[in-house]
């Protein structure tokens, strides 16, 4: 015999009045911007730090 798994379905007051997103382009301000000291990608890791 095949149990059969119920479904949990989320509900809130307003679910189906979603706001409409709209599309933004997302500009880097460098004064609140921080980024690691050399860029580690794939095959850098591979080798280790003294490469």
């Not at 933004?24 to 730090?49: F, M, P, Q």
Request: no cysteine.
């Amino acid at each position: 015999m095949a149990k059969q798994k119920t479904k949990l379905e989320l509900t809130w007051i307003g679910k189906e009045n979603r706001p409409k997103l709209e599309p933004r382009i997302l500009i880097e301000d460098t004064e609140k911007s921080y980024h690691a000291a050399h860029r580690v990608s794939e095959n850098s890791r591979e080798g280790g730090l003294n490469e």
